[in-house]
Protein backbone atom coordinates (compact mmCIF):
# COMPACT_ATOMS: atom_id res chain seq x y z
CA UNK A 1 0.00 0.00 0.00
CA UNK A 2 1.13 3.21 -0.86
CA UNK A 3 0.39 6.55 0.28
CA UNK A 4 1.71 9.85 -0.83
CA UNK A 5 1.18 13.66 1.88
CA UNK A 6 -0.70 11.08 4.35
CA UNK A 7 -2.69 13.79 6.61
CA UNK A 8 -5.01 12.72 9.70
CA UNK A 9 -8.26 13.43 9.97
CA UNK A 10 -8.41 14.00 13.19
CA UNK A 11 -6.30 16.69 15.89
CA UNK A 12 -3.44 15.66 17.60
CA UNK A 13 -5.39 16.10 21.21
CA UNK A 14 -8.04 13.52 20.22
CA UNK A 15 -4.91 11.15 18.55
CA UNK A 16 -3.54 11.45 22.33
CA UNK A 17 -7.26 11.09 24.14
CA UNK A 18 -6.72 14.73 25.43
CA UNK A 19 -9.58 16.55 24.04
CA UNK A 20 -12.64 17.25 25.68
CA UNK A 21 -15.00 14.44 24.97
CA UNK A 22 -18.54 15.35 23.27
CA UNK A 23 -21.15 15.32 26.48
CA UNK A 24 -22.86 12.77 24.00
CA UNK A 25 -19.90 10.33 24.06
CA UNK A 26 -20.99 8.49 27.20
CA UNK A 27 -24.73 8.41 26.76
CA UNK A 28 -26.86 7.37 29.43
CA UNK A 29 -27.68 3.98 30.39
CA UNK A 30 -30.28 2.68 28.01
CA UNK A 31 -31.36 0.10 26.11
CA UNK A 32 -28.34 0.76 23.44
CA UNK A 33 -25.94 0.58 26.22
CA UNK A 34 -27.21 -2.92 28.13
CA UNK A 35 -28.44 -4.41 24.84
CA UNK A 36 -25.99 -6.85 23.69
CA UNK A 37 -23.61 -5.93 26.73
CA UNK A 38 -22.56 -9.31 28.22
CA UNK A 39 -23.39 -9.65 32.27
CA UNK A 40 -19.51 -9.04 33.76
CA UNK A 41 -18.03 -11.31 36.06
CA UNK A 42 -15.65 -10.53 38.78
CA UNK A 43 -12.43 -9.28 37.39
CA UNK A 44 -8.92 -10.02 38.43
CA UNK A 45 -8.44 -6.69 38.10
CA UNK A 46 -9.10 -3.87 40.79
CA UNK A 47 -12.49 -3.40 41.68
CA UNK A 48 -12.18 0.54 41.20
CA UNK A 49 -10.52 -0.12 37.73
CA UNK A 50 -13.71 0.50 36.10
CA UNK A 51 -14.07 3.87 37.46
CA UNK A 52 -10.66 5.20 35.90
CA UNK A 53 -11.21 7.92 33.78
CA UNK A 54 -10.93 7.12 30.11
CA UNK A 55 -8.02 9.08 29.02
CA UNK A 56 -6.19 7.58 31.96
CA UNK A 57 -6.72 4.17 31.48
CA UNK A 58 -6.12 4.79 27.33
CA UNK A 59 -2.69 6.05 27.81
CA UNK A 60 -2.05 4.00 30.48
CA UNK A 61 -0.25 0.81 28.18
CA UNK A 62 -1.92 1.93 25.13
CA UNK A 63 -0.99 5.42 24.28
CA UNK A 64 -1.65 8.20 21.79
CA UNK A 65 -1.86 6.12 17.99
CA UNK A 66 -2.36 3.24 20.14
CA UNK A 67 -5.05 3.83 22.15
CA UNK A 68 -7.65 1.51 20.93
CA UNK A 69 -5.71 -1.31 22.36
CA UNK A 70 -7.14 -0.63 25.84
CA UNK A 71 -10.32 -1.41 24.76
CA UNK A 72 -9.36 -5.11 22.89
CA UNK A 73 -6.80 -6.05 25.42
CA UNK A 74 -9.32 -5.96 28.60
CA UNK A 75 -12.99 -4.43 26.87
CA UNK A 76 -14.15 -5.93 30.40
CA UNK A 77 -12.43 -2.98 32.57
CA UNK A 78 -15.16 -0.14 30.46
CA UNK A 79 -18.68 0.23 31.44
CA UNK A 80 -21.65 -0.29 29.15
CA UNK A 81 -21.58 3.63 28.33
CA UNK A 82 -18.62 3.05 26.01
CA UNK A 83 -18.28 -0.34 26.01
CA UNK A 84 -21.56 -1.87 23.72
CA UNK A 85 -20.42 -5.21 23.43
CA UNK A 86 -17.39 -7.80 22.97
CA UNK A 87 -16.72 -11.09 22.47
CA UNK A 88 -13.46 -13.39 21.69
CA UNK A 89 -12.98 -12.06 18.45
CA UNK A 90 -14.52 -7.85 18.27
CA UNK A 91 -15.41 -5.04 20.57
CA UNK A 92 -17.98 -2.57 19.96
CA UNK A 93 -17.25 0.88 21.83
CA UNK A 94 -18.46 4.48 21.61
CA UNK A 95 -16.51 6.73 19.77
CA UNK A 96 -14.80 9.16 22.34
CA UNK A 97 -14.83 11.62 19.80
CA UNK A 98 -18.31 11.04 17.73
CA UNK A 99 -18.51 13.18 14.35
CA UNK A 100 -22.49 11.99 14.02
CA UNK A 101 -24.94 11.93 16.58
CA UNK A 102 -24.28 8.44 16.99
CA UNK A 103 -20.66 7.05 16.30
CA UNK A 104 -19.55 4.17 17.41
CA UNK A 105 -16.46 1.65 17.04
CA UNK A 106 -15.91 -1.92 15.89
CA UNK A 107 -12.23 -3.18 17.18
CA UNK A 108 -11.15 -6.95 15.92
CA UNK A 109 -9.54 -9.03 18.24
CA UNK A 110 -7.18 -10.95 15.38
CA UNK A 111 -3.79 -10.69 16.56
CA UNK A 112 -2.96 -11.25 12.84
CA UNK A 113 -5.03 -8.53 11.46
CA UNK A 114 -5.64 -5.91 14.25
CA UNK A 115 -2.59 -3.76 13.37
CA UNK A 116 -2.98 -4.27 9.28
CA UNK A 117 -4.03 -1.20 7.64
CA UNK A 118 -7.34 -2.10 6.34
CA UNK A 119 -6.72 -2.11 2.32
CA UNK A 120 -4.09 -5.42 3.44
CA UNK A 121 -6.64 -7.27 6.42
CA UNK A 122 -9.28 -7.09 4.24
CA UNK A 123 -7.50 -9.13 1.19
CA UNK A 124 -7.86 -12.10 3.24
CA UNK A 125 -11.60 -13.24 2.55
CA UNK A 126 -12.43 -15.02 5.78
CA UNK A 127 -11.49 -12.20 8.02
CA UNK A 128 -13.35 -9.92 5.29
CA UNK A 129 -17.08 -11.74 6.28
CA UNK A 130 -16.23 -11.53 10.12
CA UNK A 131 -16.08 -8.27 10.28
CA UNK A 132 -19.01 -7.81 7.51
CA UNK A 133 -20.45 -9.97 10.00
CA UNK A 134 -20.27 -8.41 12.85
CA UNK A 135 -20.03 -5.13 11.55
CA UNK A 136 -24.44 -5.68 10.35
CA UNK A 137 -24.67 -6.66 13.99
CA UNK A 138 -23.36 -3.38 15.47
CA UNK A 139 -25.47 -1.29 12.34
CA UNK A 140 -28.70 -2.92 13.14
CA UNK A 141 -28.08 -1.97 17.29
CA UNK A 142 -26.91 1.82 16.03
CA UNK A 143 -30.47 1.33 13.72
CA UNK A 144 -32.14 0.47 16.65
CA UNK A 145 -30.96 3.16 18.33
CA UNK A 146 -31.78 6.17 16.06
CA UNK A 147 -35.41 4.84 15.72
CA UNK A 148 -35.33 4.84 19.77
CA UNK A 149 -34.14 8.41 19.75
CA UNK A 150 -35.87 10.06 16.49
CA UNK A 151 -38.64 7.77 15.44
CA UNK A 152 -40.99 10.25 17.76
CA UNK A 153 -39.95 13.19 15.19
CA UNK A 154 -40.19 11.34 12.22
CA UNK A 155 -43.07 11.12 9.52
CA UNK A 156 -42.41 7.47 8.58
CA UNK A 157 -42.32 6.30 12.09
CA UNK A 158 -46.32 7.83 12.60
CA UNK A 159 -48.21 4.58 12.63
CA UNK A 160 -45.14 3.03 14.88
CA UNK A 161 -45.49 5.76 17.12
CA UNK A 162 -49.21 5.57 17.18
CA UNK A 163 -48.97 2.02 18.98
CA UNK A 164 -46.24 2.40 20.65
CA UNK A 165 -48.49 5.73 22.71
CA UNK A 166 -51.49 3.59 23.09
CA UNK A 167 -53.57 5.72 20.36
CA UNK A 168 -53.87 2.40 18.25
CA UNK A 169 -53.94 -0.99 19.42
CA UNK A 170 -52.91 -4.25 17.70
CA UNK A 171 -53.78 -7.65 18.48
CA UNK A 172 -50.38 -9.60 17.90
CA UNK A 173 -47.00 -8.18 18.06
CA UNK A 174 -46.37 -9.11 14.42
CA UNK A 175 -48.86 -6.72 13.32
CA UNK A 176 -46.47 -4.29 15.06
CA UNK A 177 -46.13 -1.22 11.79
CA UNK A 178 -41.93 -1.41 10.76
CA UNK A 179 -41.69 1.86 10.40
CA UNK A 180 -38.41 3.59 8.89
CA UNK A 181 -35.52 1.65 7.31
CA UNK A 182 -33.46 3.37 9.79
CA UNK A 183 -30.31 0.94 8.91
CA UNK A 184 -30.26 3.12 5.55
CA UNK A 185 -29.41 5.81 7.59
CA UNK A 186 -26.33 3.96 9.23
CA UNK A 187 -23.21 4.52 7.86
CA UNK A 188 -20.74 1.54 7.79
CA UNK A 189 -16.50 1.76 6.82
CA UNK A 190 -12.85 2.66 7.60
CA UNK A 191 -10.57 5.98 6.16
CA UNK A 192 -8.33 5.20 3.87
CA UNK A 193 -5.66 6.62 5.75
CA UNK A 194 -6.73 5.77 9.47
CA UNK A 195 -5.52 8.01 12.52
CA UNK A 196 -5.23 5.08 14.55
CA UNK A 197 -2.74 2.39 14.77
CA UNK A 198 -5.63 -0.59 15.57
CA UNK A 199 -8.03 -1.60 12.86
CA UNK A 200 -11.28 -0.10 13.46
CA UNK A 201 -14.71 0.12 11.33
CA UNK A 202 -16.71 2.84 12.10
CA UNK A 203 -20.53 2.74 11.89
CA UNK A 204 -22.27 5.63 12.62
CA UNK A 205 -25.45 7.40 11.63
CA UNK A 206 -25.23 9.91 8.44
CA UNK A 207 -26.70 13.20 10.16
CA UNK A 208 -22.95 14.19 10.77
CA UNK A 209 -24.33 16.39 13.59
CA UNK A 210 -21.70 16.47 16.85
CA UNK A 211 -20.07 18.98 18.78
CA UNK A 212 -17.01 17.55 18.14
CA UNK A 213 -17.17 17.89 14.10
CA UNK A 214 -14.97 20.85 14.24
CA UNK A 215 -13.24 21.17 11.13
CA UNK A 216 -12.92 20.67 7.55
CA UNK A 217 -10.99 17.87 7.80
CA UNK A 218 -13.19 16.12 10.32
CA UNK A 219 -16.51 16.60 7.83
CA UNK A 220 -14.14 15.41 4.95
CA UNK A 221 -13.12 12.52 6.11
CA UNK A 222 -16.71 11.09 6.27
CA UNK A 223 -18.24 13.33 3.21
CA UNK A 224 -15.72 12.44 0.59
CA UNK A 225 -14.06 8.58 -0.76
CA UNK A 226 -11.46 9.04 1.93
CA UNK A 227 -14.45 7.06 3.69
CA UNK A 228 -14.30 3.56 2.12
CA UNK A 229 -17.66 1.66 2.44
CA UNK A 230 -17.28 -1.70 4.13
CA UNK A 231 -18.81 -3.09 1.01
CA UNK A 232 -16.44 -1.82 -1.38
CA UNK A 233 -13.05 -4.19 0.05
CA UNK A 234 -11.43 -5.67 -0.87
CA UNK A 235 -9.97 -2.66 -3.16
CA UNK A 236 -8.60 -3.41 -6.54
CA UNK A 237 -5.01 -2.35 -6.74
CA UNK A 238 -5.73 0.38 -9.24
CA UNK A 239 -8.23 1.85 -6.97
CA UNK A 240 -7.57 5.52 -6.49
CA UNK A 241 -8.94 5.85 -2.84
CA UNK A 242 -5.73 3.82 -2.06
CA UNK A 243 -3.41 7.22 -2.49
CA UNK A 244 -5.93 10.05 -0.46
CA UNK A 245 -3.22 12.42 -0.03
CA UNK A 246 -2.83 12.37 -3.91
CA UNK A 247 -6.49 13.45 -4.40
CA UNK A 248 -6.79 15.89 -2.13
CA UNK A 249 -9.62 14.44 -0.23
CA UNK A 250 -9.57 16.16 3.07
CA UNK A 251 -8.88 19.63 1.88
CA UNK A 252 -11.36 19.19 -0.68
CA UNK A 253 -14.44 21.67 -0.68
CA UNK A 254 -17.36 20.84 1.84
CA UNK A 255 -20.37 20.02 0.05
CA UNK A 256 -23.57 19.12 2.79
CA UNK A 257 -24.04 14.99 2.77
CA UNK A 258 -27.98 15.59 2.79
CA UNK A 259 -28.59 18.55 -0.18
CA UNK A 260 -25.14 18.19 -1.95
CA UNK A 261 -24.57 22.13 -1.41
CA UNK A 262 -20.89 23.35 -1.72
CA UNK A 263 -19.94 25.54 0.81
CA UNK A 264 -16.42 25.75 -0.42
CA UNK A 265 -13.95 26.09 2.87
CA UNK A 266 -16.43 28.15 5.09
CA UNK A 267 -17.44 25.45 7.80
CA UNK A 268 -18.86 27.64 10.13
CA UNK A 269 -21.52 27.89 7.39
CA UNK A 270 -21.40 24.22 6.80
CA UNK A 271 -22.03 24.15 10.39
CA UNK A 272 -25.31 25.93 10.88
CA UNK A 273 -26.49 24.46 7.47
CA UNK A 274 -25.71 20.55 9.13
CA UNK A 275 -28.02 22.01 12.02
CA UNK A 276 -30.73 22.47 9.51
CA UNK A 277 -30.71 19.33 7.91
CA UNK A 278 -29.94 17.47 10.78
CA UNK A 279 -33.79 18.53 12.00
CA UNK A 280 -35.19 17.92 8.74
CA UNK A 281 -33.67 14.59 8.46
CA UNK A 282 -35.49 13.90 11.66
CA UNK A 283 -38.72 14.87 10.17
CA UNK A 284 -38.63 12.51 7.24
Not at 50 to 69: C, E, H, I, P, V
Amino acid sequence: MTEENPQDAITEEEIAGTASPASSALPPRNAFTTLMSPKRKASPCSPTSSKKSFTKMATNAFSRRDGLGAYISRPEKYEPSRVIYYNADFVAIHDMYPKSSIHTLLLPRSEKHALMHPFDAFEDAEFLAAVREQAAKLKAIVASELQRRYGKFSKQDEPREAVLNGEIEIQRDEDMPVGRDWEKEVMVGMHTRPSMNHLHVHVLSRDRYSECLKHRKHYNSFATPFFVPLDDFPLAEDDVRRHPGREGYLDSDMTCWKCGKNFGNKFARLKEHLKEEFEEWKRE
